[in-house]
DNA sequence: TTGTATGCGTTATCAG
DNA sequence: CTGATAACGCATACAA
């Protein structure tokens, strides 16, 4: 395995010309680059990341903790993970996956005292959560995906929860809808508090009627908030859903009954992972979360804080994109 | 932070016996390793891992080149990068996640030669994989989830087609069905293949009849079958379906045409994630792929090949769990 | 603009 | 059983 020094005495240089050659800390002249560059290239260097790390205090690895591991989540989670790698292997750095079941905090520990950990991107976040009141005590720079109740000073990505309710509510509203239902599980969790408040008020904005039915991250209680839908609130001729697991039980449902969807009754979800492929028949009109491009944005406002680069946007809100598919259609009363 | 000097200084030892009352390298009198384990609790000690891999010249960091992830393979990837993360910690290892999108080889060199790596946890193997003949070439250490076609000499992961397939198959043929189908991709890659074949000897072996039923990943391929059944092969009352979303598009199909699952017809779903959560109604019955376990052993197996430690289990093969839910009962001619 | 020297926290090789 | 001491490959302050 090539090392710096192979490298030097091949360009014919000192040793640190090739760090500084390859790093650009300082100005090197245009000819010893080209041959030091050109030595790199022969000899097929890579430098060494553990070297690195020990020598210069600061480590070019970042950890992400990662969740467990439910289904709902599952699918985003992995979005994030590859998106979250992109990013650190494009500036340079290496993503290490830190499954953690809990908040746990010795796992933290290790983490930030390793000496192999540059920073940690954090998922799955709390209101109030301790491992960030750990991490910011400690000095680790660390961002999130997602954000706590005091966020204001950290750095994270989030979903822009009245953009994306907006997106689905004003949807149906162009379609003529005018009651309309939203399904949503009921955690104690930010997320769910947050969307629950801002499809009622995109609702009361389009001036559209709007009943709230919780359901649980299984298709049979999709089909029972089918069942519910059908017989308390026979107006509602729209639904907004955040569940795609949920929805599926609930287009069932309305097929088990003869409720023709879209014609009487559309849908849309919510929230959906980027790369959701057509798991219902008709397929499923979405407004998608990028989760993807989340993940990446979370690793470069991580770097940036890491090698101390200024930017403004150290907190990213994301909305993501309608897509029309086949469970959407104009009011039937419109 | 911390350092083994520190510990060394507490506790009154040298610097390397700390480093061997630890690794347990070498032998150490009782009172001493008590005396350093002692220090090493106060001073909240962790041994810096870029120090120890540069020093050793072994890393203890294993990389797990992750498939950048359609849907279908998205929700099983993500129980193996868990398990093996947790594996790799439980010993002591981190797990570096390298999102990759073909058999990039210039990334596995990198990978390879960053001095970081101590082995390489390879999926989406090919039956020709260029990735696996390099690592071997570079005397990489590195295990797989899944297997090339001359997989014989190398450590690997893998479903066991015949034994999965057979419990399905079986299941079927216990609740007196006679005449089966199965649905299956046809992507030309090992996968379909070997489950290919492996269905239709299980049928032949319990003397069923068998038709084979060819979808894409997506629920209107999955409805488009049921059609293509009900049509061509009435005489069919069991399914055995090798794709999660086609299948719900199947079911799909069965209640737009109301036919009854299961008193008419029974389903089971191959080689779905061991937390399959009940995404349709009726509920499921499936034969789970333990995923979380095989990402475990793929680590275990590769730290084992690491460190020399010899075991004969370097190939293993795994089935899965039956759960029987609600697509599944006895058939209707029986 | 470039080269030299030192130290990062370990592991491993010597001695004792 | 234990203690010195030399690498490991690189970053960086310092000297030229």
Redesign the pocket.
Known sequence: ????????KLA????????????G?????D???KKVLKAVAQLD????F???A?????SKTIALVSPSGEFGIALIALEYINGAGEAARARGYHLVIWPSQESEMTEIKTLAKS?MIGGVVLMEIKLEDERVAYLDRENVPFSMIGRTADSAKYSYVDRDFDGVADMGVKYLKDLGHKDIAFLLTDREIGVDTKFSSAVISAAKKYKMSCKKIKVVNEASSGREAFVTLNKKYPEITGVVSLNDIATLGFLSGAKEFGVDIPKELSVIALDTPQNHIEMSWPPLTTVNLPAHEMGETAVNILIDQIEKIEKKDRQQLFVGDLVKRGTTAKARNS
């Open positions: 395995m090539a090392t710096r020094a192979d490298v030097a014919g240089v000192s040793a640190s010309t090739v760090s500084y050659a390859l790093s800390e300082r100005t090197i002249s000819e010893t680059r260097y890579r430098p060494n553990a070297a690195g020990l020598a210069g205090g600061k000496g």
